[in-house]
Nanobody, 123 residues
Framework: QVQLVESGGGLVQAGGSLRLSCAAS????????MGWFRQAPGKEREFVAS????????YYADSVKGRFTISRDNAKNTAYLQMNSLKPEDTAVYYC????????????????WGQGTQVTVSS
């Protein structure tokens, strides 16, 4: 498994931007598809975006399409989530995750998780 650490969360006004980073340990980062999920208080964990092993394919939830961009740098063992035009409903703890297969929205398909980073969007 790969160890994951998120960073970059914080408090931002509606319409603002944040970039989350997910640093991975180990030399096998490029063999994992990466995903971002979020969980708001009282709600289930929600798929946000995923990216294939090489970064050539991406997949987004409808709620963030056109506003968020997932990317990765395999040389730096890091995945990113650029979040623009943030809305109060984007407020949640954001988690990055690693999995062996690309194209899934189901969090159970991802075997490694970070500890999460809080994103709060004020209106």
């Amino acid at each position: 498994q790969v160890q994951l650490v998120e960073s970059g969360g914080g408090l931002v006004q509606a319409g603002g931007s944040l970039r989350l980073s997910c640093a991975a340990s180990g030399r096998t980062f490029s063999s994992y598809a990466m995903g971002w999920f979020r969980q708001a208080p009282g709600k289930e964990r929600e798929f946000v975006a995923s990216i294939s092993w090489s970064g050539g394919s991406t997949y987004y939830a409808d709620s963030v399409k056109g506003r968020f961009t997932i990317s990765r740098d395999n040389a730096k063992n890091t995945a990113y989530l650029q979040m623009n035009s943030l809305k109060p409903e984007d407020t949640a703890v954001y988690y990055c995750a690693a999995g062996k297969n690309f194209g899934y929205r189901d969090y159970r398909k991802f075997g490694s998780w970070g500890q999460g980073t809080q994103v709060t969007v004020s209106s």
